[in-house]
């Protein structure tokens, strides 16, 4: 299964700057980004990302044990937004950012937190897909758990229609 | 292969060739205009293609038709064919998706890419093009030439940049309700349009350079949006008045609402 995501360079200016801001005492800030499913060639997926929520500073609790954790409102909105995309498919992706260059990968943290949201996203949002983003200072990925999949699938690529272009690609693709 | 091979256009960046290796680029028409690009792209070295084209070679294509000979003509070899011979020949490694169909009839390989570079016939294909790119976000480039009057005959064409997120054609003030429903009104009685080979090598290799700094921005300039205006018979290609003249900063036609695949809205 081939999944490819796109989005402007707009949105992922938008994403990176309000993802590189200080926290007063998170060491990191996640936020969320809203995903279209629509289909490729074969059984190949492509998600399009419409737009980010960023999370506000009130929603995070100071947990000196993970990098960045937020409250139960933070979650709601997110529900919100899967709520709100039925009709189109959108769905919702967990997204932060790994300060380092090159291709990043998900820590044990983001392994065992992130994947509990996605049962309650499914449940909202049952035709749509969701799943994690991280990006790095110079690349991204992206895990997705598909309409009706209790697991995630690998993401090939994320490409960013901007000046200049960037597709980022997992490099045991490659 | 040698490491030379690129190495006269390495000003475009150090990383540049992985970068256009990496970028998945469409043309739609490989006569003409589409000919030459396929070309060009071929040498710089772009790796990944969706191309489309339906039509054979004819006698009447030999005036401009890159690459195709008089064997080609009397065999009727499908310009697709042609297209990936250029790039097979230059490229062995390069990954083809060809179709000998509208693009509208396998949209689904289209979506896939970064660029699409349309080289194709009416207003009405640029606008299903455009509409294409802004739904699945692709950079969309435009050529078309055609010539007007007779005393003396004028040359003229475009090469028009819309990306996701700025102008587009309408904004530019390129695609209008008026050529569209003139174009519409004049239906199966449109001729052959005049074409000559020069024209559209200008045409295409200022496509190919505004592809080059779309995935390199070699150039630092950031550009999202042009329409580049050339005039046959000066040798010119100038930045529209028309879109000058505009003062447009965004787009009112498309947004971020119309996304992907178009849904029915129950009401």
Redesign the interface.
């Known amino acids: 299964m081939s999944i490819?995501f796109?989005?402007?360079?707009?949105?992922y200016r938008e994403i990176m700057r309000d993802l590189e801001r200080p926290h007063r005492f998170a060491a990191e800030r996640v936020g969320f980004v809203s995903g279209?499913?629509?289909?490729?060639?074969g059984s190949?997926k492509?998600i399009?990302l419409?737009?980010y929520h960023s999370i506000p500073d009130e929603y995070y609790i100071d947990d000196p044990h993970v990098g960045a954790r937020i409250n139960s409102e933070a979650i709601t909105r997110a529900m919100h937004a899967v709520y709100h995309g039925r009709?189109?498919?959108e769905g919702i992706f967990h997204v932060h950012l790994h300060q380092h260059r090159g291709e990043p990968r998900p820590s044990p943290t983001d392994w065992r937190e992130i994947p509990k949201m996605m049962p309650g996203f499914q449940a909202v949002g049952p035709q749509a897909a969701h799943g994690m983003i991280l990006l790095s200072a110079d690349h991204a990925a992206a895990w997705v758990w598909l309409p009706g999949q209790g697991e995630p699938t690998t993401s090939g690529s994320i490409?960013v229609?901007?000046?200049?272009?960037r597709?980022f690609?997992r490099e045991v693709l490659r | 292969m040698s490491s030379d091979r690129y190495s006269r256009q390495s000003f475009l960046g150090l990383d540049s060739q992985d970068?256009i290796s990496?970028?998945?680029i469409a043309v739609v028409g490989l006569g003409g205009g589409g000919s030459h690009v396929v070309q060009q792209l071929a040498h710089i070295r772009f790796q990944r293609y969706v191309i489309y084209d339906y039509d054979v070679v004819e006698e009447s294509n030999l005036n401009r038709l890159v690459g195709a000979t008089l064997s080609d003509s009397f065999a009727e070899t499908p310009k697709l064919h042609l297209a990936k011979m250029t790039i097979f020949g230059l490229q062995r490694e390069a990954r083809v998706r060809g179709f000998s169909s509208k693009w509208q009839e396998n949209p689904?390989?289209l979506?896939?890419c970064?660029?699409v570079i349309g080289c194709v016939d009416s207003y009405k294909a640029r606008q299903e093009l455009e509409i294409a790119c802004r739904r699945?976000?692709?950079?969309y480039i435009d050529i078309g030439m055609d010539v007007h009057g007779k005393d003396p005959p004028v040359i003229g064409g475009q090469v028009i940049l819309s990306?996701?997120?700025s102008l587009c054609m309408k904004c530019m003030g390129f695609l209008t309700d008026e050529t569209l429903a003139r174009e519409a009104a004049r239906y199966g009685n449109a001729g052959a349009r005049p074409q000559v080979i020069w024209p559209n090598g200008v045409l295409a290799s200022t496509a190919v350079g505004l592809a080059v700094?779309?995935?390199?921005?070699w150039t630092r300039s950031?550009?999202?949006y042009a329409w580049l205006v050339y005039t046959g018979n000066e040798n010119t290609v100038r930045e529209s008045h028309t879109l000058r003249n505009r003062q447009a900063t965004s787009c009112p036609h498309f947004s971020?609402?119309d996304?992907?695949?178009p849904?029915f809205?129950e009401l």
């Open positions: 490819q796109k989005l402007s360079g707009a949105l279209r499913l629509s289909s490729l060639t190949a492509l399009l419409t737009r009709s189109t498919r490409s229609i901007g000046v200049p272009i597709v690609e | 970068l990496k970028c998945t689904e390989p979506r896939e970064q660029i699945y976000l692709m950079h990306s996701p997120g700094d779309l995935v390199t921005n950031d550009r999202i971020n609402a996304l992907g695949d849904v809205r």
